[in-house]
């Protein structure tokens, strides 16, 4: 499983940077991607890198949020800045396409206003 790490309280307009380490395998092979979850809500995809470099936004979070990868440390980041009360939830990492036993228990953001 991946673990995201990095969330917590931050009120509207600032920064956080999450990190998800990955195993060595996984990362080289894998486009990565940041998920996030509210409550009550499906599970959105929001970012994501190639293995190459190339990243992809949803319309949400673009301009806003920068997603990386460290391949000698085989992470990946989201800086995300600029929040705002609507960008709480809780954050997952994964592969792009995601597999479905790599679903880790993410981390929670909440943005105050």
């Known amino acids: 499983q991946l673990q995201a790490s990095g969330g917590g309280l931050v009120q509207a307009g600032g920064s956080l940077r999450l990190s998800c380490v990955a195993s060595g395998i996984m990362f080289r092979y894998n486009h990565m991607g940041w998920y996030r979850q509210v409550p009550g809500s499906q599970r959105d995809w929001i970012a994501s890198?190639?293995?190459?470099?190339?990243?992809n936004y949803a319309e949400v979070v673009k301009g806003r949020f920068t997603i990386s990868r460290d391949g000698a440390e085989n992470t990946a980041y989201l800086q995300m800045d600029g929040l705002k009360p609507e960008d709480t939830a809780v954050y997952y990492c994964?592969?792009?396409?995601?597999?479905?036993?790599?679903w880790g228990q993410g981390t929670l953001v909440t943005v105050s206003s």
């Open positions: 994964n592969a792009r396409p995601p597999i479905t036993s790599s």
């Open positions: 890198i190639t293995t190459s470099g190339y990243t």
